[in-house]
Antibody
Framework: EVQLLESGGGLVQPGGSLRLSCAAS????????MSWVRQAPGKGLAWVST????????YYADSVKGRFTISRDNSKNTLYLQMNSLGAEDTAVYFC??????????????WGQGTTVTVSS | ENVLTQSPGTLSLSPGERATLSCRAS???????LAWYQQKPGQAPRLLIY???SRATGIPDRFSGSGSGTDFTLTISRLEPEDFAVYYC?????????FGGGTKVEIK
């Protein structure tokens, strides 16, 4: 069974940094793209970033490009999201998701429960 | 950016009724790389439909997807109590990947 467990969320001041992690199990981690999707309080889903299985290609939403970095450690079956220069607009629940194939051309078929990031002074 | 517009924003129906949800894209979604997700309060989204019309594993056959190009539809043939939720469409063919704003299906 594919399982995803996010961690690393919390309260951070504006301009600060945070690194989210997503521990994966139940599948061959390096064979699948992985994504981050966020949901601001009371709002809809917003795609943040996707990373191919090998880690060789990254994709970012314009709203986070240059501030966020997605990465993975295939030896630890873990996905990361390094978030810098955080602003109030980044406050959201961040979900880790398993793409059902190698790249972003596959739907997100398994999701973690999410980790909450709050940016506030 | 391919903007997805979902309608209606809210659908008020009774259990047993048919639900028809629309998703319109500002640009053609080539290859029908369109998915539908269901989300209940406090839960993660769940994949229902991928490739515009293929049901994900374990999804009941009362859920069906159709459409191509810029117009897509999710149909729930007979609403069960557990189907009242928010539904999102998403295109995943071109970056930036985009979600629609969601349709809330509520009990009438």
């Amino acid at each position: 069974e594919v399982q995803l467990l996010e961690s690393g969320g919390g309260l951070v001041q504006p301009g600060g940094s945070l690194r989210l992690s997503c521990a994966a199990s139940g599948f061959t981690f390096s064979a699948y793209a992985m994504s981050w999707v966020r949901q601001a309080p009371g709002k809809g889903l917003a795609w943040v970033s996707t990373l191919t299985g090998s880690g060789g290609t990254t994709y970012y939403a314009d709203s986070v490009k240059g501030r966020f970095t997605i990465s993975r450690d295939n030896s630890k079956n873990t996905l990361y999201l390094q978030m810098n220069s955080l602003g109030a607009e980044d406050t959201a629940v961040y979900f880790c998701a398993h793409n059902s194939g190698y790249d972003h051309y596959y739907a997100m078929d398994v999701w973690g429960q999410g980790t909450t990031v709050t940016v506030s002074s | 950016e391919n903007v997805l517009t979902q309608s209606p924003g809210t659908l008020s129906l009774s259990p047993g009724e048919r639900a028809t949800l629309s998703c319109r894209a500002s640009q053609s979604v080539s290859g029908s790389y369109l998915a539908w997700y269901q989300q209940k309060p406090g839960q993660a989204p769940r994949l229902l439909i991928y490739g515009a019309s293929s049901r994900a594993t374990g999804i009941p056959d009362r859920f069906s997807g159709s459409g191509s190009g810029t117009d897509f539809t999710l149909t729930i043939s007979r609403l069960e109590p557990e189907d009242f939720a928010v539904y999102y469409c998403q295109q995943y063919v071109s970056s930036p990947l985009t979600f629609g704003g969601g349709t809330k299906v509520e009990i009438k």
